[in-house]
């Protein structure tokens, strides 16, 4: 799920100049051919296929980002929550939507929006679901090539259940790769993009709540046959 690494962008500003800074140091404008300015992306300014050194640039290390928290609800409910993708902005606002792909049920279509730099980005990028674990585990991986602006960053996440008295505990956890030159930046936001995820967990304990809650009012309000 790249896009955790790039909302963190949002709530770590004080990040984003160094960075920048050190991109433009491997391969700045005068790196591309007749001297033509590299596009923008989401991050600012986006790195040609080659750095200035003519040697390929290449993904080096996966980072990975966790958030757990006890939720007082059925874990089936949980599970269904989860497993129905669209639901997801619910509890994720920084992502705008979630989309099934009618012919292929497997991927579907993150859109993330938001602001950096001064001005709105959105970005998207397909995702695969991998075999489920019923009840135990759901998880997936990103479709190489699939993000939009050219902005393609490797990712791959799960969610695990376990049964526990009174409800259950959800778990989350998100890796991306990156380069090996902006591991440390990385690394730097990690904090942020943890805070992000557990707020993120926060928020579907508090859906999933009220959701178990509609549903047992539902129950027995249901006339008796």
Same mark, same amino acid.
């Given at each position: 799920? +790249?896009?955790a690494l790039?909302?963190?962008?949002?709530?770590?500003p004080h990040l984003?100049?160094p960075?920048?800074a050190?991109?433009?140091?491997?391969?700045?404008?005068?790196?591309?051919?007749?001297?033509?300015?590299?596009?923008?992306?989401?991050?600012g300014?986006?790195l040609?296929i080659r750095?200035s050194n003519?040697l390929r640039?290449?993904?080096?290390?996966?980072l990975?980002?966790?958030a757990?928290?006890?939720?007082?609800v059925?874990?089936?409910i949980?599970?269904?929550?989860?497993?129905?993708r669209?639901?997801i902005?619910q509890?994720?606002?920084?992502?705008?939507s979630?989309?099934v792909?009618?012919d +292929?049920?497997a991927?579907s279509?993150?859109t993330?929006a938001?602001?950096?730099f001064?001005?709105?980005?959105?970005?998207?990028?397909?995702?695969?679901?991998?075999?489920?674990?019923?009840? +135990?585990?759901?998880h997936w991986?990103?479709e190489?090539?699939?993000?939009?602006m050219?902005?393609?960053?490797?990712?791959?996440?799960?969610?695990?259940?376990?049964?526990?008295?009174g409800g259950?505990n959800v778990?989350?956890?998100?890796?991306?790769?990156?380069?090996e030159?902006?591991?440390p930046?990385?690394?730097?936001?990690t904090?942020?993009?943890e805070?992000?995820?557990?707020r993120?967990m926060?928020?579907?304990?508090?859906?999933?709540?009220?959701?178990?809650?509609?549903?047992v009012?539902? +129950?027995q309000q249901?006339?008796?046959?």
């Open positions: 799920m +790249q896009s790039t909302g963190a962008l949002t709530q770590a984003r100049a960075v920048r050190s991109l433009g140091t491997i391969a700045g404008p005068k790196a591309l051919r007749g001297g033509a300015k590299p596009p923008s992306s989401a991050f300014t986006q040609p750095v003519g640039w290449s993904m080096g290390r996966w990975e980002n966790r757990s928290l006890e939720v007082p059925p874990l089936e949980c599970w269904f929550l989860w497993e129905d669209e639901r902005p509890w994720m606002p920084w992502i705008k979630v989309h792909q009618k +292929q049920p991927l279509r993150w993330l938001t602001n950096q001064g001005r709105d980005w959105e970005f998207s990028w397909l995702a695969r679901n991998l075999a489920p674990i019923k009840n +135990q585990k759901l991986v990103s190489p090539g699939s993000a939009s050219g902005l393609n960053v490797n990712n791959r996440g799960q969610i695990r259940f376990i049964r526990k008295p259950c778990s989350l956890s998100i890796s991306y790769e990156v380069p030159v902006l591991a930046f990385a690394n730097a936001l904090p942020v993009v805070g992000i995820i557990s993120d926060e928020r579907f304990r508090d859906y999933a709540t009220a959701y178990d809650k509609a549903q009012s539902s +129950q249901a006339p008796k046959v």
